[in-house]
C-alpha cells in the first residue's frame, strides 16, 4: 500500500519569497523517483501554482483553485471539477446588496479568468 502526500503550498511548502527552495524541491523530487506519491493543493490556480514550484516533478493531480478543480499537471486537463450549483445566486445577491463583492475565478476555453465587482457599488462609496 502506498500513502499519498499532499501537501499546502502558501504558509507551508512556499518559503517567504513565494517559491519552493531548492532544498526542498530536491528532497521531494528524490523521494517521487524511489516511489513516493506527492501532490499539493492551493488556492492558487494551476498557472500560479506551477510557476512557484517550477522545480518540483510532480506528475500527478493536483488540487487547485480551492479545490474547485483537480487537474492533470502534465496536462492542464480538468479532471474534476466542482462548480456552483443554482442556489448560489441567492447567496451572491444577498452579498451584493451588503457591498460584498467575492473575487472569482474562472476557467473557461482554456483560459483562467479573475474578476471582482466594487464598481457595482459606487453609489455607496
Aim: charged share 25%.
Amino acid at each position: 500500500m502506498k500513502t499519498l502526500y499532499v501537501s499546502d503550498l502558501d504558509g507551508t511548502l512556499l518559503r517567504s519569497s513565494e517559491r519552493t527552495s531548492e532544498y526542498t524541491d530536491s528532497v521531494i523530487n528524490s523521494l517521487v523517483e524511489k516511489g513516493m506519491l506527492f501532490s499539493y493543493a492551493t488556492a492558487r490556480s494551476l498557472i500560479t501554482a506551477k510557476k512557484v514550484t517550477q522545480g518540483l516533478d510532480a506528475r500527478i493531480p493536483l488540487i487547485v483553485y480551492n479545490g474547485a478543480f483537480v487537474m492533470d499537471n502534465v496536462t492542464g486537463e480538468i479532471l474534476l471539477s466542482n462548480y456552483f450549483g443554482d442556489d448560489i445566486k441567492d447567496l451572491l445577491d444577498e452579498l451584493f446588496a451588503a457591498g460584498i463583492y467575492p473575487i472569482v475565478y474562472a476557467y473557461i476555453d482554456g483560459k483562467e479568468k479573475f474578476s471582482y465587482a466594487p464598481s457595482l457599488n459606487k453609489s455607496r462609496h
